[in-house]
């Protein structure tokens, strides 16, 4: 009986992320970038985390009312870990279409760039195999992606195709491009 009680507060959470979600996207995502359907993800299972962390949260709190302190304050410190993920799963998003790509983040406003206003790119790599994508602004600002996100590749080639456009190169005389390298814009030299 209460596993069955578990899986239905599973099942109101997930079912109540989505609801947010899908009101969020429609509430706040009114540029044409947003409607174009294609777009770079934190991966799911920044959500997925988050919603089980904040069940669990929820569980614990109700649990240590009555039980005691230790799992009362444990309880409120996963249920804000697990609305920090979701929050952050369901704010975070780079948006493109042919001409430009808006960044979205938690807490700041969303700022459009021109494929132009690529000046270039730093890779790394960090443990377990991720690769970190930073490309440098015109305007001083960095967009860091990494390759565990959800549409990175496409939006990369989208990149490249719309800069070369719009700068006025032959991707062919590009000799730095080579995405089996995870390059695609020259390297930005260090200060």
Known sequence: ???????????????????IDKS?????????????????????????FGVILAALGILAVCVGITDGAVLLIGGILVLLLGICLSVYYLSFGIFYDGESFLQSRFGKKDVT?????????????????????????ADGGV????????????????????????TGRDPQSCGFHDPSQSLWFPTVEEA
């Open 143 to 166: 967009v860091s992606l990494q390759s565990a996100m959800e549409g990175i590749y496409p939006f990369l080639d989208t990149a490249f195709a719309g800069w070369c456009l719009q």
């Open 1 to 19: 009986m209460e596993f069955l009680a578990i899986l239905l507060i599973a099942a109101l959470v997930f079912g109540i992320c989505h609801l």
């Open 24 to 48: 969020f996207t429609k509430a706040f995502r009114s540029k044409a970038q947003h409607r174009s359907g294609m777009a770079v993800r934190a991966s799911k299972r920044y959500g997925v």
């Open 113 to 137: 760039y021109r494929y132009q206003d690529i000046q270039g790119q730093k890779l790394y790599l960090v443990q377990g195999g991720n690769i970190i994508v930073e490309l440098h602004m």
